[in-house]
């Protein structure tokens, strides 16, 4: 569970932004989204190969 705890005379706003940014940090938007939808072995495969295939056209490309 992330929480903060506000300081005295701390605005609202800063105070929202320091929490969403250990929202984000903590990786909570993106396990539910990843938990949301199941996703078959097999399309697991096939994203992770074209990931591999993209990362290595990257490479390819910094190095020319």
């Given amino acids: 569970m992330v929480g903060i705890i506000v300081q005295e005379g ?3 706003d800063k105070a929202l932004k320091r929490f969403k940014k ?13 938990r949301t939808f199941y996703t078959p072995p097999s399309v697991k495969k096939k994203m992770k190969r074209a990931k591999a295939i ?10 020319m």
């Avoid at 940090?25 to 989204?33: C, V, W």
């Avoid at 993209?54 to 190095?63: D, I, K, S």
């Fill in 10 to 12: 701390e605005s609202l």
């Fill in 22 to 34: 250990k929202y984000e940090q903590a990786g909570i938007l993106r396990e539910f989204k990843r």
């Fill in 54 to 63: 993209r990362r290595a056209q990257r490479m390819l490309m910094e190095q």
